[in-house]
C-alpha cells in the first residue's frame, strides 16, 4: 500500500516506536543502561541498542513506502516490539561477545 | 551556498563530529583490537603520540564516529532522513562484527543524520558533507600520523581520556 504521509506522522511514529522498543525491553527485564564503564561495556540495555535496532529496521521499511494500516503506526508498534525481543533473546546468537583475551590481549 | 565554501564548512563540522564523539567514547584510551594496538605503537615508534596513535588505529580497525558520519551522509544524500537512520544500524552491524560494542560509531552517525538534515535547510546539501568528511578523515589519517596523533593526543588530554598504557 503507497500513502502519502507527512514528515511529521513519521517522526511521530519514529518517536512511538522508541518508547513502545524501550517499555518492551524493560519488561522483558534488561537494563535500563550497560554498567560501567559504559563506554567499553558489552551489556545489552534498553536504551542501547534496542532503539537503534527498532528505528533502523523501521526506515528501511518506510523507505520503500510501506507503511499498512493506521499511517505506519501499527507498523512501528510490531518492529519496535519485534526488536525489544530479539534483543533479549536473539542478539547473542547473532552477534556473540568477542572472546576478550582474543580482543584485549 | 557556493560549493567550495560548503565544503570547508561541512568538513569542519564534520571532523569536530567525528573528534569529538570518538574521544568522548575512549578511543584514546585503549586499543580495541589487536590491530589498532600495533598502529598506535607503530606511531609512537615514529615520534606520535600513543593515545592519537590509538585513536588512529581504531578508527581503521572497526567503524566509529568517522565511518558513520560519513555512512550517515551517504545515507541522508540517498533516502533523506530515513537513509541515515538505516546507517546508523548499518553501522551498529559493522561495529558489532568488528568486536567493538558501538556506542562511538551509532552516537556519531545519529548525530551526523541530525546535523546532515538540519544543514540541508541553510544550503549544506548531504553531497558536501559526504566530501567535507572524505577531507576531514584525510587530515587525520592521510597527511602526517605523527602530527595528527599528536593533535588527537591533545584533545584526549583535555577531555580526560588519555591512555595509562605505555
Known amino acids: ?105 | 551556498m557556493n560549493e567550495i565554501v560548503g565544503v570547508i564548512i561541512a568538513s569542519i563540522i564534520s571532523w569536530i563530529n567525528f573528534v569529538v564523539i570518538d574521544t568522548y567514547f575512549g578511543l584514546p584510551e585503549a586499543p580495541g583490537v589487536k590491530g589498532a594496538e600495533i598502529v598506535g605503537y607503530s606511531i609512537k615508534k615514529r615520534g606520535g603520540d600513543l593515545s592519537g596513535g590509538f585513536f588512529q588505529g581504531n578508527i581503521l580497525c572497526s567503524p566509529d564516529a568517522s565511518a558513520g558520519t560519513l555512512i550517515a551522509s551517504m545515507g541522508v544524500m540517498l533516502l533523506g532522513f530515513q537513509g541515515g537512520l538505516i546507517a546508523t544500524l548499518i553501522v551498529y552491524i559493522g561495529n558489532r562484527l568488528c568486536a567493538d560494542p558501538g556506542y562511538a560509531g551509532t552516537t556519531g552517525a545519529l548525530s551526523a543524520t541530525i546535523i546532515v538534515t538540519l544543514g540541508s535547510y541553510i544550503g549544506l546539501t548531504p553531497l558536501m558533507f559526504v566530501a567535507g568528511m572524505v577531507i576531514a578523515i584525510t587530515t587525520i589519517q592521510g597527511l602526517d600520523h605523527s602530527s595528527s596523533s599528536k593533535l588527537l593526543g591533545s584533545i584526549a588530554k583535555r577531555l580526560n581520556r588519555k591512555t595509562k598504557l605505555k
Open chain 1, 1 to 105: 500500500m503507497i500513502v502519502n504521509i507527512t514528515e511529521m506522522y513519521i517522526l511521530l511514529n519514529y518517536l512511538i516506536a522508541i518508547i513502545v522498543s524501550i517499555t518492551v525491553a524493560l519488561t522483558l527485564k534488561l537494563p535500563l543502561l550497560p554498567e560501567e564503564p559504559r563506554r567499553f561495556s558489552w551489556t545489552t540495555s534498553a536504551l542501547f541498542p534496542t532503539p537503534i535496532i527498532t528505528i533502523g529496521l523501521l526506515a528501511i521499511i518506510y523507505s520503500i513506502n510501506f507503511f499498512w494500516i493506521c499511517d505506519g503506526t501499527v507498523l512501528a508498534i510490531i518492529i519496535a516490539i519485534l526488536s525489544g525481543l530479539s534483543v533479549k533473546y536473539l542478539f547473542d546468537y547473532i552477534f556473540p561477545k568477542p572472546n576478550i583475551g582474543e580482543s584485549n590481549e
